[in-house]
Nanobody
Framework: QVQLVESGGGLVQPGGSLRLSCAAP??????????MSWVRQAPGKGVEWVSAISRTGGTTSYADSVKGRFTISRDNAKNTIYLQMNSLKMEDTAVYYC????????????????????GGQGTQVTVSS
């Protein structure tokens, strides 16, 4: 089980910004082999795929609900991915989880939540006035 550690959540007003981080292990896990993703779970709802990034960082993909507001990035030297969230809305309130692509197609971006493994503690994002 790969331990992914999320951080950076908090309470923010509508229209505000937050930057989430996710650190992957530096041993026993070849970070650059994997497409990485962010998913979220709002209160009382199922897990929703938010965004994904290719192994090199050159290709990104977003759910329609966050397109134009969120930016995913990665630093392969630090085994870390980020999610810059701008123009936050109340409906962005959720626990955000970092996820890695599930084998066998670990290098292929997908918006299918079932193709990702996640299970860290997550980081809570609350958007409220």
């Amino acid at each position: 089980q790969v331990q992914l550690v999320e951080s950076g959540g908090g309470l923010v007003q509508p229209g505000g910004s937050l930057r989430l981080s996710c650190a992957a292990p530096t041993s026993g896990f070849i970070f650059t082999n994997y497409v990485m993703s962010w998913v979220r779970q709002a209160p009382g709802k199922g897990v929703e795929w938010v965004s994904a990034i290719s192994r090199t960082g050159g290709t990104t993909s977003y759910a329609d609900s966050v397109k134009g507001r969120f930016t995913i990035s990665r630093d392969n030297a630090k085994n870390t991915i980020y999610l810059q969230m701008n123009s936050l809305k109340m409906e962005d309130t959720a626990v955000y989880y970092c996820a890695k692509k599930r084998p066998p197609r670990i290098g292929t971006i997908s918006s299918d939540i079932g193709e990702y493994d996640y299970g860290g503690q997550g980081t809570q994002v609350t958007v409220s006035s």
